[in-house]
């Protein structure tokens, strides 16, 4: 009788840190743009006022703005 298991360990299914670091550093370069980026959009909508329209997407600018702070976080440390 076998102590093999026909089933994979739970390590088998967590890729390696290289692996999920190649996926990480482009997408935090990215949230790490966009927070420097999208506050230079607060001016043109803040003093074109804001009706119902422009207030949605100033919502939006923000939204993205604190996803970049979140996301991007860390970026530029050593790993």
């Given at each position: ?30 949230a ?18 804001l ?29």
């Open positions: 009788m076998s102590s093999a298991s026909p089933f994979r360990s739970p390590t088998d299914a967590v890729p390696s840190s290289l692996a999920l670091r190649s996926l990480t550093r482009p997408l935090q370069f990215i790490f743009w966009l927070a420097i980026v999208t506050p230079l959009a607060y001016p043109p909508l803040l003093l074109g006022g009706d119902s329209q422009s207030f949605l997407i100033f919502v939006g600018v923000v939204a993205l703005n604190v996803f970049g702070l979140l996301a991007g976080r860390g970026y530029g440390d050593p790993a």
